[in-house]
T-cell receptor, first 114, second 117 residues
Framework: QKEVEQNSGPLSVPEGAIASLNCTYS??????FFWYRQYSGKSPELIMS??SNGDKEDGRFTAQLNKASQYVSLLIRDSQPSDSATYLC????WGGGGADGLTFGKGTHLIIQP | GAVVSQHPSRVICKSGTSVKIECRSL??????MFWYRQFPKQSLMLMAT?????????EQGVEKDKFLINHASLTLSTLTVTSAHPEDSSFYIC?????????????FGPGTRLTVL
């Protein structure tokens, strides 16, 4: 059974600092990795996708993937109060024959303190 | 960007009634749509995968006769919760995928909050 693990938090970070969110996954066949942000009562919003080992940067966000360690992380630089939300790690074992549903972690609740 | 809509956003119904939720991809054709359910303080759980013109594939433990899925076109999928009961109260979220080779990004609708009395 595919599992995605995240520390539920809350993770409290001062405004302007770097927030580091971590995720591990159990299925070695996983090929696609996503970070979503979810505000309370709302649906998930895509932040980053990453498919290859290494870092991928997009603005203040950097996703890091290490397939050997089955580990994905998200760094948020210059954290803002508006970044306060639950961050969901999601994994997909793209089989090539069609899209598969995502397996989500339970999410990390991030609080940016002004 | 890819936009997915859902209707209704919120529904309250009596136990035993059926509720239909619509999911539409507004600016792209979605080969595949997915239905998720999220209980309070829990993560999203995949219920079923819906491909246009074919039967939906349900995850283990999800009753296909209770959660009817129809994917009649490349822009519309519907989820009908039949004979809803209070334990079906949840946040139902659909997503759509472009289905392009090498990318499987899913775009989520705003969700439908179902409350069964």
């Amino acid at each position: 059974q595919k599992e995605v693990e995240q520390n539920s938090g809350p993770l409290s970070v001062p405004e302007g600092a770097i927030a580091s969110l971590n995720c591990t996954y159990s299925d070695r066949g996983s090929q696609s990795f996503f970070w979503y942000r979810q505000y309370s009562g709302k649906s998930p919003e895509l932040i980053m996708s990453i498919y290859s080992n290494g870092d991928k940067e997009d603005g203040r966000f950097t996703a890091q993937l290490n397939k050997a360690s089955q580990y994905v992380s998200l760094l948020i630089r210059d954290s803002q109060p508006s970044d306060s939300a639950t961050y969901l790690c999601a994994v997909n074992s793209w089989g090539g024959g069609g899209a598969d549903g995502l397996t989500f972690g339970k999410g990390t609740h991030l609080i940016i303190q002004p | 960007g890819a936009v997915v809509s859902q209707h209704p956003s919120r529904v309250i119904c009596k136990s035993g009634t059926s509720v239909k939720i619509e999911c539409r991809s507004l600016d792209f054709q979605a080969t595949t749509m997915f239905w998720y359910r999220q209980f309070p303080k829990q993560s999203l759980m995949l219920m079923a995968t819906s491909n246009e013109g074919s039967k939906a594939t349900y995850e283990q433990g999800v009753e296909k006769d209770k959660f009817l899925i129809n994917h009649a076109s490349l822009t519309l999928s519907t989820l009908t919760v039949t004979s809803a009961h209070p334990e079906d109260s949840s946040f139902y979220i659909c997503s759509a995928s472009l289905g392009l080779a090498g990318t499987d990004t899913q775009y989520f609708g705003p969700g439908t909050r179902l409350t069964v009395l």
